[in-house]
């Protein structure tokens, strides 16, 4: 089974992403052991996609769910649903990375998606159940999806 990585487009999250994988050669490795690489961000699509343009990140994505042009923000179900429609995936075969307990974390774990908590940037509420997996850096995610590939049927 392919894994399936959907995650936020935050401005420090694709900062992150640039500076932690150090440019497009780490990005390229994570975007050739999994299908599809698609952000799911709330915002404008002029602010967001203009991230990923200054970035060179747009050939990692087949597709961009962003808040504005679907109608609903994270961590409404609704987002999630339809990035997941989007690559034709069911949530049990896809994971979702993001920074944010309650818009990234909570919102994908209610459609059933595995989590992924890029920890850093805001602090872990007590009272939330933790995600499957956590990382202080998006370099950690290449192991966590190695891991699950050499596990997969």
Not at 49 to 54: F, G, S
Not at 110 to 133: D, N
């Amino acid at each position: 089974m392919a894994l399936h990585l959907l995650g936020t487009l935050g401005a420090r999250a694709l900062i992150g992403l640039e500076c932690s994988f150090h440019g497009r050669s780490a990005g390229f490795r994570i975007h050739t052991l999994v299908c599809d690489l698609q952000p799911v961000t709330n915002g404008t699509v002029s602010v967001q996609a203009q991230k990923l343009d200054v970035l060179g990140l747009r050939p990692y994505f087949r597709t961009v769910v962003i808040s504005e042009a679907v109608g609903v923000e994270k961590p409404h179900a609704a987002i999630f649903q339809h990035a997941l429609a989007g690559l034709g995936l069911r949530a049990d075969h896809a994971w979702f990375v993001g920074d944010h307990p309650e818009n990234d974390i909570l919102g994908a774990s209610r459609v059933g998606l595995r989590t992924v908590w890029l920890r850093g940037f805001h602090p872990w509420p007590g009272t939330q159940a933790v995600p499957h997996h956590q990382i202080d850096h998006l370099r950690d995610l290449l192991p966590l999806v190695m891991s699950a590939r050499s596990e997969a049927p």
